[in-house]
Structure formats: C-alpha cells, structure tokens
C-alpha cells in the first residue's frame, strides 16, 4: 500500500507592486490584502500549505519605486512566503541594493546561477529545502542570462548563459541531495513559459523534479502543460488570481501520485481581507499620494498599451516626445518600458511614474537605413508573436511598416514616404538597456554599429523628457498610423 501525503502549493509570479484592489463592476479585484486573505484561509484549512513566488515582485507601483523595494519586502514579509526566487525585475536597483533587499526580507530568496565571476561565488543560496509533515520539499531558483538582461551593467556579475546550461545545474543540485530523500522537488523558474517546456524537456527524470512554477511571459493557464511528465504553471500576473497545486505525494516513490492543479481569481466575494497588510499598504500610499497626487496633464481621450508586441497609441505618444525633444531621425521606444495597459484621460505624477518607472539613459546611435532594416526584421522574427516576451519597439513618427507573418518579411518598410535601404545614416534613439544588450534584441553587433560614428547619451533620464512634455502641453492625442502593421 502506498503511503500517500497530501501538500497543497499555492503560487504567484510577477507581481510587479500590484499592491491596491481594483473595483471592476461591483467587485474588489485582487490586492495583496485580499491575496493574503486567501493564502491565510487556505493555511487554516489545509495541513500542508506551502506559498512559492516565482520572480518579479518588483516594479510597477509609485509605493515600490519610491523605496526601491523596501516597501515591497515590508508588504512581502507581511504576506509570507515560504520561498522566493529572483526574476528579472528584483536587479532593477542594482545587486548591491538587492542583497541589502534579501536581508531585510524574512524569506528565502533562491537562486541556483547567479555568481560573481571572478570567483565563481553563488549570490544567492542555489535551493531551500522545506521540510513539512515529514517531508522534504526541494525548491531551485533558476533565471538565465537572457532573461537577466539589466544585469549586464554589473560587470562583475553573471549567470547561467542559457537553458541547457541551466538544466545542468538542476542536475547538479538534484544529485547532491537525493541521498538525503528528498520527498519532492519544485523548480522555481523565472525564464518564460516556453523556456520552461524547452527546460523540462532537457531534464533527466531520474533528477526527480517534479513540478516546475515558472514566471516572467505572465502567461495566463486553463491547465498545467505536461512535458516530459512535469506540470508546468504560471499564475498569469498581479494579484488578480494564484496557482494551486493539490498534489497527493506517494513519498515511498518520492513523486506525484495525483494532483489538481487551478487558477483561483482573487476578490471581495471570495477571500477575506488582511486588515493587518491593507493599513501598511495605505500608511505607504498616504505618503506618496502627497507627493503624486499632483496633475501633469489632460489627454483628449484615454491612450492605450494593451501588448506590448503591436504599434499602440500610448507607445506612439512617448515615440514622438523622445524623438522631437532630443532631435532624432527615429526613436525606437522600448514596449516594455510601458507598465500600464492605459493612461489618462487625466495623467497625475503617481500613474506616470507607474507608467513610466524605469528612467533610463537614451543613447543616440548613428545607424544607415540597411541596418535599421536588418534590426527590425530581427524584431518581428517568429518567436516575437509566441506570447512570451521579447524585446519589442515603438515607432516614432515618419515609419511606416508592413510585416506579413506568413511570409516571414516586411511587405513595405518606409522612412519619411521612402523605402528604407541603402547607406544613408540616421540618428536613432534607444534606451540604455537596450543598448546594452543590442546584440541580443536586434541581431546586430554594436561594434559594427560604432563603426558609423560613437554612440553619444543624449538624455540621462526618458523620464524627464516625458514629463516636460507632458507638463507643458494640454489635451494631447496620439493615434495608430500603422507605423508597424503586422498582417497575416
């Protein structure tokens, strides 16, 4: 007879500070003060609970960047996790600011393959393992380098360079502890829901993972995806909702015997709220609403970000501002630099800045028009519509695109009514961290690129180019001009 233990696993991802509920109708929709309500009910009334979080509790909010996490990991030590891994996003402030973060937190927070490279030394403790109701529970913290693309200004930091590097370190890490009967093991992953599948194909079973909870592509799930016999989940993004794992562990085997697995929506009609949690987010918010309270400008109608991989009003508006305001030919504006699916028609300092939180450097490049073109069908390669999240840019004004997916080429690609070709240079705009990784998104060396001429910052902060604009002007628009039409 099996002898069979029940654990329940419950799950976030990429939080990015979605701290407050949202009214929606006549529903309060998530906010960490009703997500705790729920972890805390699910605590009371199962026997073994575990609460994982898988990267990016970082960014998004006014109340996170403007304690640069501090305030983040108050709220995340009144929420309780059991383990954290990093994600892309926990480095937005520096590592040195980030290991000030980790001992001010009352979690684990793991990693298995970040290190210092002039000695090989681990950052971050590789796994934790939780022992509950006699078990032991196995959890690995992976990220890779692809994903850890802001780490690059730390030059003396590196990690794992890609996925099958990265399940060589499982491996190594699995190995080294099954002597000690590990009941259960949880990868905690913060690479994107594809990178995850391409993961757990490359891991041997003997290893023993079991599950992998994954982040970054906020993929949103009706079901695990099973590869190589590992369930693989996300819990889309926010707090709007959490994974649950219902897993019946036969820990004679040392594996899954059964498991349920849901997406749970977070809000008043279902989960109590965390009274404790909901007065230190507002003793926050009372202070920032002070100092972001104040009106910056109206637009004509409410602009809109809803992907991040299509032309959108909002991304054309701050195309435009950072193109007109430092003098370029093109300004390619970073997607993701865009936090907000909406903006207006009212814009007040405290939803810019959550629009808007990165404040990057802009570098001006001299790039001819063969290149440019080169750049932007590596832009549009194939695994750009897969959902998961590449590096993508809104246009400036003067662009006109036209990419047929079935045929894997543009159909139309202008400059100022002209086609793009030939040797004649132009002055585009990009922001320092996609500079600093232009090989990366764009498929071209910046060495070759330098040979046109040295790249110069035009601006020290996008941030400030912004709110200028913005502050000096009144009912602004911005509207879809094709100048990126994806077809087919």
Not at 213 to 231: K, R
Not at 329 to 335: P, R, T
């Given at each position: 007879m099996k002898n069979i233990k029940k654990l329940t696993i419950l799950h976030s991802n990429d939080?990015?500070?979605?701290?407050?509920?949202?009214?929606?109708?006549?529903?309060?929709?998530?906010?960490?003060?009703?997500?705790?309500?729920?972890?805390?009910?699910?605590?009371?009334?199962?026997?073994?609970?575990?609460?994982a979080i898988a990267g990016d509790m970082f960014r998004g909010s006014v109340i996170d960047s403007e304690y640069k996490g501090i305030s983040t990991i108050e709220i995340m030590n009144a929420l309780a996790p059991d383990v954290v891994s990093i994600g892309n996003h926990e480095v937005d402030y520096g590592i040195a600011h980030l290991l000030f973060i980790e001992k001010c937190a009352k979690f684990p927070i793991v990693n298995a393959n970040m290190y210092i490279k002039t000695n090989g030394a681990r950052l971050f403790n590789p796994y934790k393992i939780i022992e509950i109701d006699g078990m032991k529970i196995l959890f690995i913290g992976i990220v890779t380098e692809e994903i850890l693309a802001s780490a690059k200004s730390?030059?003396?930091?590196?990690?794992?360079?890609?996925?099958v590097d990265a399940a060589k370190e499982v491996?190594?890490?699995?190995?080294?502890?099954?002597?000690?009967?590990?009941?259960?093991?949880?990868?905690?992953?913060?690479?994107?829901?594809?990178?995850?599948?391409?993961?757990?194909?490359?891991?041997?079973?003997?290893w023993g993972v079991?599950?992998?909870?994954?982040?970054?592509?906020?993929?949103?799930?009706?079901?695990?995806?099973?590869?190589?016999?590992?369930?693989i989940v996300q819990a889309g993004m926010g707090t709007d909702g959490i994974g649950r794992f219902d897993i019946d562990i036969d820990t004679d085997n040392n594996c899954i015997d059964t498991f349920k697995w849901q997406y749970v929506p977070i809000d008043n009609t279902t989960c109590q709220k965390d009274m404790i949690l909901e007065n230190i987010i507002h003793n926050y918010k009372n202070e920032t609403d002070l100092k972001y309270g104040k009106i910056v400008t109206k637009f004509k109608h409410q602009l809109t970000h809803p992907r991040r991989n299509q032309e959108t009003t909002l991304g054309n508006l701050v195309a435009d501002i950072m193109k007109q305001s430092l003098g370029l030919?093109?300004?390619?504006?970073?997607?993701g630099s865009i936090?907000?699916?909406?903006?207006?028609?009212?814009?007040?300092?405290?939803?810019?800045?959550?629009?808007?939180?990165?404040?990057d450097k802009v570098y001006m490049l001299k790039i001819?028009?063969?290149?440019?073109?080169?750049?932007?069908?590596?832009?549009?390669?194939?695994?750009?519509?897969?959902?998961?999240?590449t590096e993508f840019y809104q246009l400036s004004h003067g662009m006109h695109c036209i990419y047929s997916k079935s045929k894997k080429d543009f159909l139309k690609v202008e400059y100022e009514g002209k086609d793009l070709c030939g040797d004649e240079m132009l002055k585009v705009g990009l922001q320092n961290f996609h500079f600093n990784n232009f090989e990366q998104f764009f498929g071209l060396s910046l060495n070759e690129i330098l040979l046109n001429g040295d790249s110069k910052v035009i601006s020290t902060n996008d941030f400030?180019?912004?709110?200028?604009?913005?502050?000096?002007?009144?009912?602004?628009?911005?509207?879809?001009?094709?100048?990126?039409?994806?077809v087919d």
């Open positions: 939080l990015h500070g979605d701290f407050l509920a949202e009214r929606i109708d006549e529903r309060l929709v998530g906010g960490v003060a009703y997500l705790s309500g729920y972890i805390n009910k699910v605590r009371e009334e199962e026997k073994n609970v575990i609460y730390e030059g003396l930091v590196g990690s794992i360079i890609d996925t491996g190594r890490i699995c190995n080294a502890h099954n002597g000690i009967d590990i009941d259960f093991t949880v990868l905690l992953t913060h690479i994107g829901f594809e990178e995850d599948k391409k993961l757990a194909q490359l891991l041997d079973p003997q079991d599950i992998i909870i994954g982040g970054h592509s906020h993929t949103f799930l009706d079901e695990p995806a099973i590869v190589n016999g590992i369930p030919d093109v300004m390619l504006f970073g997607s936090r907000l699916e909406k903006l207006g028609p009212t814009v007040t300092l405290g939803t810019l800045n959550e629009c808007f939180p990165y404040h001819k028009k063969d290149q440019l073109l080169h750049m932007l069908k590596y832009i549009c390669r194939d695994e750009t519509w897969l959902g998961d999240h400030d180019n912004i709110y200028e604009y913005l502050a000096a002007n009144n009912i602004i628009d911005s509207q879809i001009e094709d100048r990126l039409l994806v």
